[in-house]
């Protein structure tokens, strides 16, 4: 119903940045949510950043002032800015939103995209 395909991880220098961007497609009504989150070899998903239909932002207190979620709602597109990175950001990070489609408009799902890696170097 809904397919996230995320784009712009890489490998980094500490202090360097990385622009994630993440492609929502499908028989979309609505998206609600999007946002992203991480995860590290051994560690389990965390969030990271998460944005709300009106533009609301959340972020996990270790990214704040360093990552900016943002959203263009006519591509369907989200964003995660990532500056001054460190090697504790290093992980795979997962697009996500919670949506109603064409199909079913009564009820939201959550959608998953397949990761993208990113990888900070000392």
């Known amino acids: 119903q809904v397919h996230l395909v995320e784009s712009g991880g890489g490998l980094v220098q500490a202090g360097g940045s990385l622009r994630l961007s993440c492609v929502a497609s499908?028989?979309?009504?609505?998206?609600?949510?999007m946002g992203w989150y991480r995860q590290a070899p051994g560690k389990q998903r965390e969030v990271v950043a998460v944005i709300t239909s009106g533009g609301t932002t959340n972020y996990t207190d270790s990214v704040k002032g360093r990552f900016t979620i943002s959203r263009d709602n006519a591509k369907n597109t989200v964003y995660l800015q990532m500056n001054s990175l460190k090697p504790e950001d290093t992980a795979v990070y997962f697009c996500?939103?919670?949506?109603?489609?064409?199909?079913?408009?009564?009820?939201?799902?959550?959608?998953w995209g397949q990761g993208t890696q990113v990888t900070v170097s000392p």
């Open positions: 499908g028989s979309i009504f609505s998206i609600n949510r």
């Open positions: 996500y939103c919670n949506a109603l489609t064409r199909i079913i408009r009564y009820a939201t799902n959550d959608y």
